[in-house]
């Protein structure tokens, strides 16, 4: 498995980028929003990747953040959602968007990708939380977060930590972090300043 190339950005599409390692051109597929943050053609990049391969063909996917890798591979364990797909959606919604919208059971706001109808999108929200709970061996109730909120502010951070198990961190590396940020932000806030803690340690 090649876990992520680094090298010199050569050629750029709008679900595209070719970076060049040691004198090999890398074609890696990817979303918008990686195209958009990875800089311009001649400067340097690194995409963390995934190696799709199936009868007929093989892939290289490459992302600007683990976030987005990791957002990518759960949308493709789901039944009925390929690499495209998975594509489309991550470049219309960010990661901690994304995220969110799973942990709150949000399907409606997928349906707007082109190609995903509303019976996928309800597919990717049922199966993504039944895999992290199995996954994480995680009961979210208000009972988990006594110690990080209170009565008023236990929706704002289950949320946030649903959705921040979602992006691939876990429990124990999430609570202390959520302890430290105010509980009555909106969860997006609280993801994000979660995000920012995390990436800094």
């Given amino acids: 498995m090649i876990y992520s190339v ?19 051109g890398y074609a890696c597929r990817t979303t918008y929003t990686s195209v958009s943050k990875i800089g311009e053609i001649g400067s340097e990049a690194m995409l963390y990747t995934y190696l799709y391969i199936r009868e007929d063909m093989a892939e290289l996917f490459g992302f600007y953040s683990q976030q987005e890798l990791n957002c990518f591979k759960m949308l493709i364990s789901v039944s009925g959602v390929g ?19 799973v942990a709150s059971g949000d399907s409606k706001v997928f349906t707007k990708t082109k190609g995903i109808g509303a019976k996928t999108a309800q597919r990717i929200v049922l199966e993504l939380k039944d895999k992290i ?53 909106p ?13 800094i340690k």
Avoid: H, W
């Avoid at 209170?150 to 198990?165: C, F, H, M």
């Fill in 6 to 24: 680094r090298g010199k950005i050569i050629a750029k599409e709008l679900n595209l980028a070719v970076i060049e390692c040691a004198g090999v």
């Fill in 83 to 101: 690499p495209k797909a998975a594509l489309a959606i991550l470049s219309d919604v960010s990661p901690e968007r994304f995220a969110m919208l």
């Fill in 133 to 185: 709970a199995k996954d994480n061996d995680v009961k979210f109730t208000s009972v988990d977060f006594a110690e990080v909120s209170s009565s008023g502010g236990s929706t704002s951070v289950s949320e946030a930590l649903e959705a921040l198990i979602v992006l691939g961190y876990t429990q124990g590396e999430v609570m202390p972090v959520l302890a430290k940020i105010d509980e009555t932000l």
């Fill in 187 to 199: 969860t997006q806030d609280i993801i994000k300043l979660a995000l920012k803690a995390m990436t």
